[in-house]
């Protein structure tokens, strides 16, 4: 879990790390992302990235179970506000993981609860 944000969603997208062109749009869609992630009950409330040295374990804590379902959702919704796909078909189905990724995050919160 010690691994950047700000890395992993550029992976995802197929920007390597060292290239920093896009870095301003990747972080305010992953700001974005991680706001809602927070919305639906999980991580740290008012968290943001500003560079690559948050973790997930900052946003997180120290909860691994939950670390794969919050790293999909914040990169498939980045992807969906950065790069959408051209296709209404593949756009479909983006849209639909992304809403399931929220039901099973909200289920997952409600059952901290």
Known sequence: M???ILTSVKKS??????YTQFDADVMMHTNTALNLTNQLGL?????SID???????????SDESKENLVKSYVCLKVRLLFDPPSGSSAMT?????ISELEW????RSDEKQ
């Not at 991580?43 to 968290?47: C, I, P």
């Not at 560079?51 to 804590?61: A, I, M, N, P």
């Not at 099973?104 to 289920?107: F, G, V």
Request: without cysteine; hydrophobic residues 40%; charged residues 25%.
């Open 93 to 97: 189905a983006l849209t639909n993981l």
């Open 104 to 107: 099973r995050m909200a289920l």
């Open 43 to 47: 991580g740290v409330d008012g968290f």
């Open 51 to 61: 560079d690559s040295s948050s973790t997930w374990e900052d946003f997180l804590g």
């Open 13 to 18: 997208l197929g920007i390597a790390e060292e």
């Open 2 to 4: 010690t691994e950047s």
